[in-house]
């Protein structure tokens, strides 16, 4: 996970802000996790992903390991990782997701879901 795209931090008068991408081409998302909800144990071949978590009460598992995740703490997904987000609280949790890479919704190699979506 070291091919983690740089972020660059700028203090402002105002306060401050923190760069993520600058000119690649990216897709970004919030993805919102319903209170108990889960998303698929999934990988994918084409795009790399940045998550920054907006909520408490996440729960990531990202190939054999399982974080809980503080706001702000980023998590680099590189293309291949087996990842898994999941609300574990009572209320929803939301990730910001910027995806680098070809992004497209058919590229999700699901390999388990609690929705009977499994399979590419």
Not at 3 to 14: E, G, H, L, N, R
Not at 40 to 59: K, T
Request: hydrophobic share 30%; aromatic share 8%; proline share 8%.
């Amino acid at each position: 996970m070291n091919d983690k795209p740089p972020s660059i931090k700028v203090d402002k008068p105002w306060g401050k802000f923190e760069q993520y991408t600058h000119n690649l081409p990216c897709t970004v998302k919030i993805i919102t996790v319903a209170p108990g909800g889960t998303l698929s144990r999934q990988y994918h071949h084409h795009r790399d992903e940045l998550w920054v978590v907006l909520d408490p009460g996440a729960r990531v598992e990202l190939d054999e390991k399982t974080l809980h995740p503080d706001p702000e703490e980023k998590l680099f997904i590189p293309r291949g990782t087996v990842h898994r987000l999941s609300s574990a609280g009572e209320k929803a949790v939301r990730i910001l997701e910027i995806s680098f890479g070809e992004f497209d919704e058919s590229d999700i190699v699901r390999l388990e879901d609690v929705y009977g979506r499994v399979g590419p």
